[in-house]
């Protein structure tokens, strides 16, 4: 599976952003898909993850303010940001992988394929 991330951006504070991540090379919709994120000299973060039966998680900070989709027809997972604050700047990152169980999404040793990034800045 090829991943391809979209959508980043500068926005100011409180603004929104849609990241799209088009898939290619396989048949999308058995897999697992979560966006990540990393600044330097840190770990890379999940931010959000969404099964193929569309069970969803998100890490605590971006709650209520993001929301991750899926269309198989398209092989896209998308990631809306709203309401986005300097600290959600980062280098974001899709993935895809067979995890097996929803209690492993945000585990990033579990999936096998990843996205280039795509850098988000969020300006105060």
């Known amino acids: 599976v090829q991943l391809q991330a979209s959508g980043g951006g500068l926005v100011q504070a409180g603004g929104s952003l849609r990241l799209s991540c088009a898939a290619s090379?396989?048949?999308?919709?058995?897999?697992?898909m979560a966006w990540f994120r990393q600044v330097p000299g840190k770990e890379r973060e999940f931010v959000a993850g969404?099964?193929?039966?569309?069970?969803?998680d998100y890490t605590d900070s971006v709650k209520g303010r993001f929301t991750i989709s899926r269309d198989n027809a398209k092989n896209t997972v998308n990631l809306q940001m709203n309401s986005l604050q300097p600290e959600d700047t980062a280098v974001y990152y899709c993935?895809?992988?067979?995890?097996?169980?929803?209690?492993?999404?945000?585990?990033?040793?579990?999936?096998?394929?990843w996205g280039q990034g795509t850098l988000v800045t969020v300006s105060s």
């Open positions: 993935a895809a992988g067979t995890l097996g169980s929803s209690r492993y999404m945000s585990d990033n040793t579990r999936y096998d394929y």
């Open positions: 090379g396989r048949p999308f919709g058995s897999y697992d």
């Open positions: 969404r099964s193929p039966i569309g069970i969803t």
